[in-house]
């Protein structure tokens, strides 16, 4: 499935779903992932990982 027919299926904007592909994000709307989720018939967790970050010295 392209991620345009994704975007067209699940009811949200194409530009969101490439967006959340390529990990540009800046706000994760879990709304519109659940939309996501359901159009692929998965759990959420099949979607998302949840990854420590490192913490910087900043002084």
């Known amino acids: 499935m392209t991620k345009r027919e994704l975007a067209r299926q699940a009811d949200i ?3 969101l779903v ?3 592909c390529h990990n ?4 994760l709307p879990l709304d519109k ?8 018939q998965v759990d959420i967790h099949d979607v ?3 990854v ?6 900043l002084m």
Not at 24 to 27: Q, S, Y
Not at 33 to 40: D, G, P, Y
């Open 13 to 15: 904007r194409h530009t």
């Open 18 to 20: 490439w967006e959340m």
């Open 24 to 27: 540009k994000t800046k706000r």
């Open 33 to 40: 992932l659940a939309k996501i989720c359901s159009v692929l």
């Open 48 to 50: 998302i990982e949840l």
């Open 52 to 57: 420590e970050r490192k913490e910087s010295n």
